[in-house]
């Protein structure tokens, strides 16, 4: 079992092209997987705020990462993914957790932050709110865009607070453009 796996099978190089890379590189992973629990998502929140770490010594605001989860189980290492998510609040980076399913996702509602303040296990607080969660079974019947709009109501305002934080103010429109680097990755499938 791996929680942190390059789904395009080169863990060198786990970037995809746009959302179609991504989307063939999951269609072409899933015959050769087996999705398998338990769901421990706190392996890839880590990877991803190691990553955006990096990017946060960079002085203007020109990069800002997201990580977007996908589950259709309960969390099963709570604490070590609120541990990560306190970690990642320094860091450059907003999470979106989207629950597929049925399945009773209170513990999301938790790390979503919206009726608390977020700390670890050790009681520390997140520096700042991090977690969106949507339950998509409430968007079944919905239009993409509501779907798209509540799931990114959060970011933009996460952006900011980042950013505010830092005291860094946003690039000009004329200095370049920001393109996203998609790393898809499986949090628990077995090869």
Do not use: W
Not at 138 to 148: H, R, V
Not at 163 to 179: C, E, N, V, Y
């Amino acid at each position: 079992v791996s929680h942190d796996f390059a789904i395009n099978f080169n863990p060198e190089d786990d970037e995809c092209e746009g959302i179609q890379g991504v989307v063939e590189a999951y269609q072409n992973c899933l015959p050769k997987i087996q999705l398998y629990g338990p769901t421990n998502v706190a392996p890839i929140i880590n990877r991803i705020a190691k990553v955006a770490a990096g990017d946060g010594n960079i002085k203007d605001a020109s990069r800002y990462h997201i990580l977007l989860i996908l589950t259709d189980g309960v969390v099963t290492d709570m604490a070590d993914t609120r541990e990560a998510i306190v970690r990642a609040s320094y860091q450059p980076l907003s999470i979106i957790i989207v629950g597929v399913g049925n399945a009773d996702f209170t513990d999301m509602q938790i790390l979503d932050g919206d009726d608390g303040v977020l700390r670890s296990p050790k009681g520390e607080p997140v520096l700042r709110d991090i977690v969106q969660f949507v339950p998509f079974r409430d968007f079944k019947t919905a239009s993409p865009a509501a779907l798209a709009k509540c799931v990114l109501a959060e970011v933009p305002g996460q952006v900011v607070e980042y950013f505010s934080h830092k005291a860094i103010s946003p690039m000009s429109p004329m200095r370049g453009l920001l393109s996203p680097i998609l790393s898809p990755v499986a949090t628990t499938p077995t090869e």
